[in-house]
Every structure is written in C-alpha cells, then in structure tokens.
C-alpha cells in the first residue's frame, strides 16, 4: 500500500513542523480503525450550519426518507465560505425558505460511524421565525422536511441524540449553550 504524501512536503523529506514526512504522515494501517469501534480514530471534522425555525409552539424537523431518525435542516459548511452563508444555502436547497434573522441557539457536537468512516461532527445551531404563510415541504428528493409540536419532540429520535436537549433548552431559557459529545453542556464557573 502507498501512501500518497501532499505536494506541500518540502523536498528535502522534511515537514514544516520539522518531523520527517514518516512522523508527519502516519502509516495507513496506524490511522486505520475497527468499523464501530468508539475508540477509533476519528477520521474527517465537519461543520454543519442548522437552522431551528420556528412558529407558535411547533417546529420545522427533517429527515432523510426511508430513516427514522431527524435533525434541523441544513447542512455541511463548504470550504472558503461562512456558517451563515451555508445555513442560507442549504436551507434555500432543502426547504425553499429564507431566515430573516438569526440567533444563536448553540454548538452540538458528535461522533459517529457511516458508511464504514468515523466522523465527528459540530453544528452550529441557529434559530429564526418561520416567515409568515411559508410553504412547508422539501425541494430535495433524499429529504422530508415537516412541521413538529415542541410538546411532541420527547417522541422523535435526533441526529445528534442531545440535539433535542439543545432546542428545549433554548426554547425555554432563550439562552445558547454548547453540547460536547457527551451532551452536557459545560459548567460555567462564576466571575
């Protein structure tokens, strides 16, 4: 098996950190994992921009069609361009709405394994108000978007699972938080 090393490796076999391009590219069998294994090594970093839109007491939900699980619409950040950019782009291509205003909700962070990969993944959560007389429905074929009771929500299975904690927490509190992967969100020590 041949590693391919990137064009950037100085010539003279050294790493800008100063480590030989052995010790700055590890073997391919050292960065290998067990499919399903949690202590694993992450293999990709994405950030997500998702969007919590809002009415009355219901909220918008997705889900992927022919899975039982949903999540806020929205979707990766793509390289060069801004979490408000891509959380317009993907909510314009996934559900056709714009957001006028954004708040922050918070951070939700997860790992997971797909397709064989190990992923852990950071969404950024922001909130709007679902504009007035707004057609609900998906505009992509993969996706179903639908409107949700907040007193509901305890029902539906989330990707990320502390997803749910982050949106009841701050439709009730109104305050943002960030969710490691454990879902707590850290203490705050007082001033």
């Given at each position: 098996m041949t590693l391919d090393i990137p064009p950037d490796i100085p010539p003279d076999d050294q790493?800008?950190?100063?480590?030989?391009?052995?010790?700055a590219v590890p073997p391919a069998r050292e960065r290998m994992f067990e499919k399903n294994d949690p202590t694993s090594v992450v293999t990709s970093v994405v950030l997500s921009a998702r969007l919590l839109f809002t009415t009355g007491e219901r909220v918008l939900l997705a889900n992927r069609r022919g899975y039982s699980w949903f999540f806020?619409?929205?979707g990766n950040v793509e390289?060069?361009?801004?979490?408000?950019?891509a959380l317009r782009r993907k909510i314009k291509e996934e559900a056709g709405l714009i957001a006028?205003?954004?708040?922050?909700v918070g951070c939700?962070?997860?790992s997971y394994v797909e397709d064989g990969l190990r992923w852990h993944e950071v969404n950024m959560v922001?909130?709007?108000?679902?504009p007035l007389f707004a057609e609900i429905g998906s505009r992509e074929k993969a996706i179903d978007v639908s409107s949700v009771?907040?007193?509901d929500l305890d029902a539906f299975e989330f990707r990320p699972a502390h997803l749910r904690t982050a949106i009841q927490n701050w439709l009730s509190t109104g305050r943002p938080a960030w969710y490691g992967p454990g879902g707590t969100a850290?203490?705050?020590e007082p001033a």
């Open positions: 790493s800008p950190a100063g480590l030989s391009v052995d010790q806020l619409p929205g390289p060069g361009e801004s979490v408000e950019d006028h205003t954004l708040d922050f939700v962070e997860h922001f909130a709007s108000t679902l009771a907040v007193a850290p203490a705050v």
